[in-house]
């Protein structure tokens, strides 16, 4: 039967756009085949806040930050902290892609437009020793665009491969099966969704008006993850994380469904680490959603309180930005499924950030005059007041009794008792006025001023939270926030899928999300972030080169 193609993507979020471009590039033509329609082209990217992990470059060496590539391999191998036979290729892939971040990736990018916010974040701090978890300087580059700005030199390019015939987008394709010829993958078929114009993000109907099937040399799986799906994240929730989550909620939209990645396994893949996950617990529920159960993440600087549901502080380290799935595990240990932040005006205007594009107008919208507007004025950005006043889970009060008060009766269970917290947040207050304390959040706070990118934008001067001046007080009520999967089908460094009789399945490729951003898992247990965007360009560019060379 004829080929309609030399190579099929599934999938055209970034690793999908990526993949297809490379291919193109070499003058190949490639179909991608998505789910949705052609307004959520881009996938989650165009959500994402488009942090990048990058190693050494000109943007943290003009903010005096002394990184290399032995600094971020010590740390990526002390977050992941691979320890199985499967972790061959994950780690394989961790080299080659802090290799790519502290080399290429930049400049790869910058020929395309792409530009990054001069002030560099600190992502996952840690907290333990050199050789465990955590960034030991900051390296979380934000897009100068957010989420929009790192898709769009893929789907620019993507568009002008498309008006010379070597790209074809096939939207709301479902791909339903892989089709094999003896043993060899060479096409995908599924159903025809009817075209609904719902906007980018938003649920569309699933109603089948046809089917399709397509043939090519090799498909490339770019199908992304299993966070919009909360029963597959239930099922594969690790019991080192306690019992999974009564409540969650989204922070990806439904189509990262996840249902790609039991087709793939169907026609043979080797799926790994199906336990390792990437979820966070500062999640706020949107309160004007675009998916369902829409949740925000908020990105923490160091100095709110953080206490669980019985009103007791996070042990050290777990402070905000230093340990995402250490806070988990605890929190998890707890019984309850929520924790809280407090903090005063003060730090909310300075420490906030709210992950995602449509939360950051002036970054997306790569406007200096409102970004700028961040450092003077007197409250926090819109988006962040505007769910201070109006989202289900926050609470502004002047004094501490009301506000527990309030807590508890948002909390529905009065789990909080006011001298419990009272004695702890006067008690750290108190070791707020010397620089040398014993309290390590109070530690951590001088320490993230003592570095420049952090006093200007990040880090609230430190201050007593029991301060009128600094009032009023706020409470947050932080849920469980589903996003990232880790583990996904295992590939070689030219992303070709192994069988699970160990050998390559032959014309099977995945990238992104699906591959566990490389190899199966490359961030291991845990990531540095900014790393998600990084595995989707990485892996994406490997299988469309790799495929591309190897289609006649
Ligand atoms: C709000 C938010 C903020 C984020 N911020 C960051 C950040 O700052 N830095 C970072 O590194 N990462 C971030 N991420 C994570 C990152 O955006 C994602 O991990 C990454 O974009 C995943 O890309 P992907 O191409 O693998 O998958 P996706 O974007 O999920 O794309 C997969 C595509 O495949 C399609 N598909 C699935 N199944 C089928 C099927 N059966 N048939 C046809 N099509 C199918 C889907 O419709 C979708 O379009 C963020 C994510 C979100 C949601």
């Given at each position: 039967m004829a080929e309609d193609a030399d190579v099929i993507v599934v999938g055209g979020g970034l690793a999908g756009l990526v993949a297809a471009t490379e291919i193109a590039d070499t003058g190949k033509r490639v179909i991608v085949v998505d789910q949705e329609g052609e307004q959520s082209l881009g996938g989650q990217a165009f959500w994402s806040f488009g942090g990048l992990f990058l190693v050494d470059s000109p943007e943290q060496r003009r903010l005096g930050i002394k990184d290399s590539f032995d600094l971020a391999l010590q740390d990526w191998m002390g977050s992941a902290g691979f320890d199985r036979d499967e972790d061959l290729w994950p780690r394989r892939w961790a080299e080659a892609y802090v290799a790519f971040a502290a080399g290429e990736k930049r400049g790869w990018l910058r020929a395309m437009g792409h530009r990054s916010f001069p002030v560099v974040g600190w992502a996952e701090r840690g907290g333990y020793d050199a050789m465990g978890h955590g960034n030991s300087v900051p390296r979380f580059h934000v897009t100068w665009g957010t989420g929009p700005g790192i898709v769009e030199p893929f789907e620019r390019r993507a568009r002008e491969a498309q008006k010379s015939g070597r790209l074809t987008f096939k939207f709301r394709h479902r791909v339903d099966a892989l089709t094999t010829t003896g043993g060899a993958v060479d096409g995908v078929s599924g159903a025809i969704l009817a075209p609904d114009p719902v906007e980018r993000g938003q649920n569309s109907s699933r109603k089948i008006i046809g089917d399709f099937a397509v043939r090519a040399q090799a498909v490339i799986v770019a199908s992304g993850g299993i966070g919009g799906n909360h029963d597959l994240v239930r099922k594969n929730w690790p019991k080192r994380l306690g019992d999974a989550p009564k409540n969650m909620i989204s922070g990806v939209p439904e189509h990262v469904d996840g249902r790609m990645i039991g087709i793939t396994e169907a026609a043979g893949a080797r799926l790994i680490n199906r336990d390792r996950m990437w979820h966070y617990v500062e999640g706020i529920q949107n309160w004007s959603p675009i998916w369902p159960r829409h949740g925000i993440r908020i990105l923490p600087g160091p100095s709110s309180m953080w206490f669980d549901a019985s009103g007791k502080r996070l042990p050290s380290p777990l402070f905000p930005g230093s340990d995402t799935l250490g806070q988990l595990h605890y929190i998890m240990s707890t019984g309850y499924d929520y924790s809280w932040f407090v903090l005063t005006q003060s730090i909310i205007k300075k420490e906030f950030a709210l992950s995602g594009s449509e939360q950051n107008p002036d970054l997306t919208g790569k406007s200096w005059l409102m970004t700028a507007r961040r450092a003077t004025n007197k409250g926090a950005p819109a988006p962040v007041e505007a769910f201070k006043s109006k989202g289900a889970d926050f609470i502004v009060r002047d004094k501490l009794e009301d506000l527990v008060g309030a807590m508890n009766a948002l909390a529905g269970d009065n789990l909080l008792q006011l001298d419990h917290l009272k004695a702890q947040i006067e008690a750290r207050d108190r070791e707020?006025?010397?620089?040398?304390?014993?309290?390590t959040q109070v530690m951590n706070i001088h320490n993230a001023r003592r570095y420049i990118g952090d006093r200007l934008i990040r880090t609230a001067r430190p201050h007593r939270i029991l301060d009128p001046a600094h009032g009023p007080l706020i409470a947050v009520k932080l849920n469980i926030l589903t996003r990232k999967t880790l583990g996904g089908f295992e590939t070689d460094l030219d992303s070709r899928v192994f069988g699970q009789d160990g050998k390559i399945v032959p014309g099977l490729y995945a990238a992104g999300e699906a591959a566990g951003f490389g190899g199966g898992g490359m961030h291991g247990y845990r990531s540095l972030e900014g790393t998600f965007l990084g595995g989707c360009l990485f892996s994406g560019r490997n299988a469309g080169r790799a495929a591309a060379k190897a289609a006649g």
């Open positions: 707020i006025e010397n620089p040398y304390v014993k309290d």
